[in-house]
């Protein structure tokens, strides 16, 4: 027998096999293909205050190893979640986790009120990649004051676990990190998508109708692995590790650099079964290698 449970500020994970938000629906999308009470925890898509129609369509492009997002958030806003999509996923006996996203600091705190107030949701996890249109459209996680406004004022109202999503769209992603702790962050997620494009060589246009968007997958994963690393180093909080985890391998390297949990991301779309075959490969490889607990892993780099 292996322990694989891990601790996520006041969170305790039966596994560190979470699923990264956009890429896992509200997790009942998945449940004909795996059993969701055997994850870690499910992180709910990007939820915002009002009603979302997204970007304009095409807004996927695969690119070599990866794949450009620019959906926009598309979703029905908060109150509609809290009304209809709660009380159908609030009987799933693992961690569920609300990703949140705004314009403003004051959406932010609105969002967060309201889900402070359901006793099923267990964190939220704040994305501060979103566009502060009261500053002329730069993301919130790519300044350090843009960072320090959003969690303050979050934390102030929402007295339950809060993860903070950091941006990898920066010059220093450890100051960025011990700004948010210093803010109150609980743990930290990272990374986001990188900024990239694609252009059609035949039709000389963008692939994506918003010419830029997130890039994911296996391309990014050494960017992300060594920003958990650097990171890992400046804050005592809990990282989870993003990026191009597409096996059980990807999810011990994530591991090894610092993170004590991981988000399977770009694989659900690939493999819905993903999460479920890191987790049965992270009881193997623990038992391969004669390590009774997961949490041996964590931080275990050897760089001598």
């Not at 986790?97 to 889900?115: F, H, P, Q």
């Not at 102030?156 to 941006?167: A, D, E, N, R």
Request: net charge neutral.
């Amino acid at each position: 027998m292996v322990n694989l449970s891990v601790n996520i500020h006041r969170l305790n994970l039966k596994n560190p096999v979470l699923t990264a938000s956009g890429t896992f629906g509200y997790g009942e999308e998945f449940a004909e293909f795996i059993e969701l009470n055997r994850l870690g925890g499910f992180i709910v898509k990007g939820t915002t205050l009002l009603s979302r129609e997204g970007n304009p369509y095409p807004r996927m492009a695969e690119t070599p190893s990866g794949m450009l997002n620019a959906v926009g958030l598309q979703n029905k806003g908060i109150d509609y979640f809290v009304k209809h999509i709660y009380p159908r996923i609030k009987k799933y006996d693992t961690h569920i986790i609300v990703n949140v996203s705004g314009s403003t600091v004051e959406e932010y705190v609105t969002i967060a009120e309201k889900l402070s107030d359901l006793e099923r949701i267990s964190a939220i996890e704040v994305n501060i990649s979103c566009p502060n249109v009261k500053e002329g459209g730069m993301a919130f996680g790519t300044s350090c004051p843009g960072a320090k406004m959003v969690v303050a004022a979050v934390r102030k109202v929402y007295p339950k676990t809060l993860i903070v999503k950091l941006s990898p769209n920066v010059t220093d992603i450890t100051e960025i990190a011990r700004v948010v702790e210093d803010e109150g962050a609980d743990a930290l997620s990272l990374i986001n998508t990188l900024l990239g494009m694609a252009i059609d060589a035949k039709t000389r246009r963008p692939m994506l109708s918003t010419i830029t968007g997130g890039l994911s997958g296996p391309a990014i994963k050494p960017i992300a692995l060594r920003m958990v690393w650097q990171v890992s180093k400046v804050v005592k909080v809990p990282i989870i590790g993003i990026g191009g985890i597409m096996n059980t391998n990807d999810a011990v390297e994530f591991l090894l650099a610092g993170a004590s949990a991981i988000q399977v991301g770009t694989a659900n779309f690939i493999d819905p079964q993903a999460t479920i075959k890191i987790i049965e490969g992270l009881e193997r490889y623990l038992a391969e290698h004669n390590i009774t607990d997961i949490n041996e892993l964590i931080g275990g780099l050897n760089v001598s």
